[in-house]
């Protein structure tokens, strides 16, 4: 079992717990636990703390988010991919008349950003299809918050002030009305409301979530993006539709890791670890420059593939299959110098922005959900009236047709945000993630390589100094990793830049354990002090 000793500086606990929610701000995993305590499940728990966390963290997500979900229902996973489409009217000719015949993406903000949104539509089939308790009820922590309002925490904040000082959101339609009271980002401690948001989601909640696909919040939003220059529409919108999928998994150390399958970048995390099967790391410190080194090695591999090839899986050129066959992730390895550090490309696989959060009951139904707005503050698009603020994962489409993220009408463009979920012998063990862009696969494998290497408890794991692999043979590593790790990289001939920012740069995350009988023993829960958030239970 674990080692609950923690050399690492934290202020924070694992928890453990029957019931439990963890998520990066305490105010949601509070919301989350009222439906548990009313007697709802971890669907309602989960759908409840993301509702508000739009309101608690904007910075971060919203109601005109994207997201993904995988869940154990008590027997068997599922997963749900409700990432957004792009409008109907979306070319490559439509950009590059707007934008040039150079333009290589849509660009990172404004109407021209905003795919179809996606993660109230995930909310509503969560509730319909798994929860107990009225969507109405669920919504009710969210819908009170937003009204109310709440005091600003510091991490929220300091992102916050950041945004307020980027000409390309402030000058977006909406943002300043509705992020910026009184002409600025609010002061930590300070009271923010959004009384548009409560407007939503009562009706979100009273009409199942149509409101937004095809209703009166529809018919607001394609009117704002006729007014400015936007293709969004309403049948964009009454198209859309989230996907129930099969996740897919890559076996480590006596355990199973899943993901979402593509568009997602899942792919990475499964690669990485299946690479890093031939390696016994356990007999390398998990601390020591020798275990880093060949973990990021692998990571970079695992990228190299994964942006050359992942896509909306009916655009790849080859299947995840291909990618995760054992043959070629064990070609790959063998790329690995342990004594040295390399900038590698795509193999040859065919053969022939973001807030995450994990609710678990004592029934044994265990979430894992993720969701964001990509960029900080998204496309910076708000309707102030309806506190919709839009994402910009349009920005991750490319404008070269010969590639497999082309942009096309209806298509899900190339995603970062990665639920994670672990079984052993077919049976749940934990449901984790954490956030923050191409940080989040490097963020599951140096956890669970921690947590299943090394028997380091869940928060431990969570403490623990990461690195980031910015490019090349380029990282980031966190100030706090210990200084001969540092030296022992660069001597591999890692390029290195330490890091205090740990927000901006190495995420964070929140890990569920299931200890066995969950009505019995119940779950030991993590949450990340890298941000304000918190993991509680009953």
């Excluded at 919203?62 to 109907?88: E, M, Q, V």
């Excluded at 937003?146 to 904040?157: K, L, S, W």
């Excluded at 890791?257 to 499964?270: D, T």
Aim: one cysteine or more; proline letters at 7%; a negative charge.
């Amino acid at each position: 079992m674990f080692d609950y000793a923690n050399p690492y500086l934290t202020p924070r606990l694992p928890v453990f717990a029957r019931n439990v929610v963890a998520t990066s701000h305490p105010l949601a995993a509070q919301a989350g636990l009222r439906m548990l305590a009313a007697g709802g499940n971890a669907v309602d728990a989960a759908v409840a703390a993301a509702a508000a966390m739009t309101v608690l963290e904007p910075c971060s997500n919203g109601l005109g988010s994207d997201a993904f979900c995988i869940l154990w229902d008590g027997t068997r996973l599922h997963g749900l991919n409700a990432s957004g489409r792009a409008p109907a009217a979306w070319t490559p000719d439509y950009f590059k008349a707007r934008y040039g015949a150079d333009a290589t993406t849509p660009p990172r903000r404004g109407w021209d950003s905003v795919t179809v949104p996606g993660a109230v539509s995930a909310w509503v089939a969560l509730s319909q299809r798994f929860g107990r308790l009225p969507l109405s009820r669920v919504l009710a922590p969210a819908v009170d918050i937003a009204e109310r309002g709440y005091a600003v925490p510091v991490v929220v904040q300091q992102k916050w002030q950041a945004a307020a000082a980027l000409p390309e959101l402030t000058s977006q339609p909406g943002f300043a009305a509705t992020f910026l009271p009184q002409g600025r980002a609010p002061n930590v401690g300070e009271r923010f409301a959004m009384p548009g948001a409560a407007r939503a989601l009562r009706a979100i909640a009273d009409t199942g979530g149509q409101a937004l696909y095809g209703g009166e919040i529809a018919q607001a939003l394609a009117a704002a993006a006729r007014e400015g220059g936007g293709a969004l529409t309403v049948q964009d919108l009454a198209a859309y539709a989230p996907q129930w999928v099969e996740p897919v998994g890559q076996d480590y150390r006596g355990h199973r890791l899943h993901q979402i399958p593509p568009n997602g970048q899942g792919l990475a995390a499964l690669m990485a670890l299946g690479m890093l099967q031939r390696f016994d790391l356990r007999a390398l410190g998990p601390d020591s420059a020798e275990g880093h080194h060949l973990q990021i090695e692998a990571m970079k591999l695992a990228f190299a593939d994964v942006y050359r090839f992942v896509a909306e899986a009916d655009c790849m050129e080859c299947t995840a299959e291909h990618l995760l066959d054992p043959a070629y992730l064990a070609e790959r390895s063998r790329l690995i110098d342990p004594a040295r550090a390399q900038d590698f490309g795509a193999g040859h696989p065919m053969r022939g922005g973001t807030i995450y959060l994990t609710a678990a009951d004592e029934q044994g139904m265990m979430v894992s959900f993720i969701q964001s707005n990509y960029l900080g503050f998204g496309s910076g698009v708000v309707l102030p009236q309806w506190g919709l603020s839009l994402q910009n994962r349009g920005h991750a489409f490319s404008l070269d047709e010969a590639s497999p993220n082309a942009l096309a009408p209806g298509k899900r463009p190339f995603h970062t945000i990665i639920p994670g979920f672990l079984t052993r012998d077919g049976q749940p063990v934990m449901s984790f993630g954490v956030m923050g862009a191409n940080m989040q696969p490097q963020g599951q494998l140096q956890t669970l390589v921690r947590m299943l290497d090394h028997g380091q408890n869940p928060q431990t794991a969570c403490d623990a100094p990461r690195w980031r692999i910015f490019s090349g043979l380029s990282l980031n590593i966190e100030s706090s990793m210990p200084m001969g790790t540092v030296q022992g990289l660069v001597a591999r001939g890692h390029r290195i830049e330490l890091i205090e920012d740990s927000y901006q740069d190495f995420g964070a995350g929140q890990f569920i354990w299931r200890l066995g009988d969950p009505s019995v023993d119940g779950y030991v829960a993590a949450s990340d002090t890298r941000r304000d958030g918190a993991a509680v239970g009953y």
